[in-house]
T-cell receptor, first 113, second 117 residues
Framework: ETGVTQTPRHLVMGMTNKKSLKCEQHLGHNAMYWYKQSAKKPLELMFVYSLEERVENNSVPSRFSPECPNSSHLFLHLHTLQPEDSALYLC????????????FGPGTRLTVT | KQEVTQIPAALSVPEGENLVLNCSFTDSAIYNLQWFRQDPGKGLTSLLLIQSSQREQTSGRLNASLDKSSGRSTLYIAASQPGDSATYLCAVKGSGGSSGSARQLTFGSGTQLTVLP
């Protein structure tokens, strides 16, 4: 595997379910990001991890819980989501959070029913 | 708060035409600007990154320019092809923030390009 991978690619879940999104980067980067892309809206940054520590949390509801066990893996744990949380969730990585170019994964298309 | 605007929202051109996509941003205190391509339902592919000290970057048929003082960037695509059809996103990384704080990427809503054969 190369670049940034995300699993699953598609997920349908009910509002009472608990699920997790997984991201893995094979680029040797030390920063990872979660973004949300809703229909007809710009990408919104959710969380940033640098050296496995969370450095940004953009007022994201607590029903989204990120986890970064090491610099190569990033998870987004989901519970009691709402239909408006349906979106494409994109993971990205970079070397540092300054000038480093961000590389994106293919995304997970989430539908909350 | 940084705001990024992309015009037009959608563009349809015949194959072979040269075209320009526009991006404007409200806060000129930027670290860099990045152009991405996104195919339907897919992730983002980075096309060009321009540091704040640079005026332009070129890659193949693509040329991106940056005028930081006026808050504008353009993406020029030469000799367009049907395979260029995609949504093109502009993103700006701010230069603000205290030590240890991440410099965030702020995205525009994109320009959806269709190149007709």
């Amino acid at each position: 595997e190369t670049g940034v991978t995300q699993t699953p690619r598609h997920l349908v879940m009910g509002m009472t379910n608990k699920k997790s999104l997984k991201c893995e980067q094979h680029l040797g980067h030390n920063a990872m990001y979660w973004y949300k892309q809703s229909a007809k809206k710009p990408l919104e940054l959710m969380f940033v991890y640098s050296l496995e520590e969370r450095v940004e949390n953009n007022s994201v509801p607590s029903r989204f819980s990120p986890e970064c066990p090491n610099s190569s893996h990033l998870f987004l744990h989901l519970h009691t989501l709402q239909p408006e949380d349906s979106a494409l969730y994109l993971c990205a990585s970079s070397q540092g959070t300054g000038s480093g170019e961000q590389y994106f994964g293919p995304g997970t298309r989430l539908t909350v029913t | 708060k940084q705001e990024v605007t992309q015009i037009p929202a959608a563009l349809s051109v015949p194959e072979g035409e040269n075209l320009v996509l526009n991006c404007s941003f409200t806060d000129s205190a930027i670290y860099n600007l990045q152009w991405f391509r996104q195919d339907p339902g897919k992730g983002l592919t980075s096309l060009l990154l321009i540091q704040s000290s640079q005026r332009e970057q070129t890659s193949g048929r693509l040329n991106a320019s940056l005028d930081k003082s006026s808050g504008r960037s353009t993406l020029y695509i030469a000799a367009s092809q049907p395979g260029d059809s995609a949504t093109y996103l502009c993103a700006v990384k701010g230069s603000g923030g205290s030590s240890g704080s991440a410099r965030q990427l702020t995205f525009g809503s994109g320009t959806q390009l269709t190149v007709l054969p």
